[in-house]
């Protein structure tokens, strides 16, 4: 069964608004929680990551929020651009137990931003 | 500038053939993974490889075969293709900041 649990499945919204993905796990272990971007055609890419020693990262629009306690972390698309419209992937992984730096994926969020 | 190459990018084939699908990078990583993306299951590990004489199966590695010619080339084999192995298939390499870096994907449809 997938670590990371990932909702919702896709998500519609306007041009300007705030896009909002939301993930759990259940393994304590993990310490690293990278977010991957995939548009039509291409492989996933990088978009942004966080450790658990803090609870937010910004850059430029895009922002994960961390909850350690409740075992969940999210991205928050602000100002949400069409060409933000792309399939989104959070991820996971321990890199103090697996040193081989296998990411555990959710199951990702399709976004469509409309004009 | 394509650091992570796949070929190829769409085949077509019948159920009980051969397949192979190849992956060449010029990023100089040691580490190199092979992905299948299905709707709703997200990105599954089929087979990783830290140099040409180390392999490990993921987590999906039944029905497939790997082989890692050189540090910069992995490939993946089907030996007798099936039709729920239709799927879209990705190589990562990996850096040292555990960021992963995706080839553009060969869309594989077995009949």
């Known amino acids: 069964q997938q670590q990371v649990k990932q909702s919702p499945q896709s998500l519609i919204v306007q041009k300007g608004g705030i896009s909002i993905i939301n993930c759990a796990y259940e393994?304590?272990?993990?310490?690293?929680f990278p977010w991957y971007q995939q548009f039509p055609g291409k492989g996933p890419a990088l978009l942004i990551a966080i450790r658990p020693d803090v609870s937010e990262k910004k850059e430029g629009r895009f922002t994960i929020s961390f909850n350690k306690s409740a075992k969940q972390f999210s991205l928050h698309i602000m100002d949400s651009q069409p060409g933000d419209s792309a399939t989104y992937f959070c991820a996971a992984l321990s890199q103090t137990t697996d040193s081989w730096g296998k990411l555990q994926f959710g199951a990702g969020t399709q976004v469509v931003v409309t004009p | 500038d394509a650091d992570v190459t796949q070929t190829p990018r769409n085949r077509i084939t019948k159920t009980g053939k051969r397949i192979m699908l190849e992956c060449s990078q010029t990023?100089?990583?040691?580490?190199m993974y092979w992905y299948r993306q299905d709707p709703g299951l997200g990105l599954r590990l089929i087979y990783y490889s830290f140099d040409v004489k180390d392999i490990n199966k993921g987590e999906i590695s039944d029905g497939y075969s790997v082989s890692r010619q050189a540090q910069a080339k992995f490939s993946l084999s089907l030996e007798s293709a099936i039709p729920n192995q239709t799927a879209l298939y990705f190589c990562?390499?990996?850096?040292?900041?555990?960021?992963?870096?995706f080839g553009p994907g060969t869309r594989l449809t077995v009949l």
């Open positions: 393994n304590t272990a993990f310490d690293y």
């Open positions: 990562a390499t990996r850096d040292r900041n555990n960021e992963q870096f």
């Open positions: 990023k100089g990583h040691d580490r």
